[in-house]
């Protein structure tokens, strides 16, 4: 059954990516669907029809304004600092504690941390993210979280766990 939800899933994907119903977009996407997930349903979600639940993508729809606001901040800050004459840049890798315990949840943390300009995910070990910063603003562990997780971290909570 969950080969079934993952190989409809990929499939709606696609149609709405190529945005065609023409036999032969379909016949390719029916096809890439099946190879997706015969060769690659062990690291899909386990239980990926948690994620069909309504309330889980109401709060998908919300966080990607957020994600996207936090987005044009980060790019207006690293042009600051880039056009600045004096580049004021303290760059450094710093240990975040992240209270999300699904790996999905991680992960998704990690990429919305990475493609915020000025911050990279670097590793996840445990309950940790390390993470490259461009500016350093505390020495202080729990602010640092603050900074970096907080504002991403409440809304993948009820996204994924």
Known sequence: MRKIIQFAVLFILWLLLTWSLDWQDIAVGLIFSLITVLLLSDIFLQKVTRLVNPIRIFWFII??????????????????RV?????????????????????????????????????????IIDDYLYVHWINVKTDDPEKQTKII???????IRRIFE
Not at 63 to 80: G, Q, S, T
Not at 85 to 110: E, H, S, Y
Not at 149 to 155: A, L, P
């Open 83 to 123: 056009l600045h004459p004096a580049l004021p840049i303290r760059p450094g890798i710093v240990k975040v504690k992240t209270t999300l315990k699904t790996d999905m949840g991680q992960t998704f943390l990690a990429n919305s941390i990475t493609l915020t300009p000025g911050t990279l995910t670097v590793d």
């Open 63 to 80: 966080y990607i304004p957020c994600l996207l606001w936090e987005i044009i901040k980060a790019n207006f800050d690293v042009a600051y």
């Open 149 to 155: 997780v907080d504002r991403f971290e409440k809304i």
